[in-house]
């Protein structure tokens, strides 16, 4: 059956300015990363995309390497694209990212012109499209110039096959130097992608300063912490959680009592605001209108549904700051 939108998404969505740029992206944005690749039925994918955009999640980010395999994630999507959302692309932003290993060999890793441009041609045709609206790269890459890292980025908007460009996992002074490279060239950046979740502060200390004087926008991935912030590892790790089945980026052992026990005292303070866990979370990242968009990862729509409630509730008195920034320092 033919996928007919919700006609109210976008009364359900906050969007905000990324940065000083004109585009506008939803508070949340939907990750296409593990859960995107083989290791998740098409279907499950397919029902995640039309509930996040039904909910007036517009932005949908992925990367080169996303899977698993490699460029799994983008494959998929191309697919979904041909079923799903041709007939939607003005209505949306999509985001893929080059600059940690991909292909066997010198030319399919790190930040040279060669490797982001024939990464950014194969993700293209991969995803069945002619452009994409953001092209990051994926991280610093201190063995490349950076006047050619940006100049490849310069080189791709000017080419048609990306809209606008942006950083990701790039520090204070080395988003700084990226940003005002890309302004001599000519091509702004637009965005940065840090990680960044209570229990994961370090953007604070220099560089949502850098993005606020720059007027660049930040979009930041793991605001649940991989998942920590859920509570769902309270009484021990499930067997359907990703830290069971997929530790790569959340390892067993990093799930500490001293951890859990900050999560729990969070979890309070989310119920005495009317909150789930998560829902504090991701409102506690969106406190600063800095932090454009949060990007989230779902395995199930209803998670999506949950998740965009937290939109509309992220202003926090001064007495719940106090008490949240008490718990994350001990």
Partial sequence: MAYVPNEGRYDSMVYRRCGRSGLMLPALSLGLWHNFGDIT?????????????????????????????????????????????????????ISTKAGYDMWK?????????????????????RMHLDYVDIFYHHRPDPDTPIEETMGALDSIVRSGKALYVGISNYKPEQARVAIDTLKQLGTPCLIEQPSYSMLNRWIEDGLTDVLREKGVGCIC??????????????????????????????????????????????????????????????????????????????????????????????????????????????
Avoid at 72 to 88: P, Y
């Fill in 41 to 93: 039925p098409f279907g499950v994918q397919q029902s995640l995309l039309r509930t996040a955009f039904d909910n007036g999640i517009t932005h949908f980010d992925l990367a080169n390497n996303y899977g698993p395999p490699y460029g799994g994630a983008e494959q998929n999507f191309g697919m979904h694209m041909d079923i799903d959302w041709h007939t939607h692309r003005d209505e949306l932003v």
């Fill in 105 to 125: 060999g010198p030319y399919g890793d790190h930040g040279s012109r060669k490797y982001l441009i024939a990464s950014l041609d194969q993700s293209l045709k």
């Fill in 221 to 330: 991935f793991a605001p649940l912490a991989n998942g920590v912030l859920t509570g769902k590892y309270l009484n021990g790790i499930p067997a359907d959680s990703r830290a069971s089945k997929d530790p790569r980026y959340l390892k067993p052992e990093g799930i500490t009592p001293e951890k859990l026990d900050k999560v729990a005292r969070l979890a309070k303070i989310a119920e005495a605001r009317g909150q789930k866990l998560s829902q504090l979370a991701l409102s506690w990242v969106l406190r600063d209108e800095v932090v454009t968009s949060a990007l989230i990862g779902a395995s199930r729509p209803e998670q999506i549904v949950e998740n965009v409630q937290a939109v509309h509730n992220t202003a926090f008195t001064n007495e719940e700051l106090k008490a949240i920034d008490e718990i994350l320092a001990d």
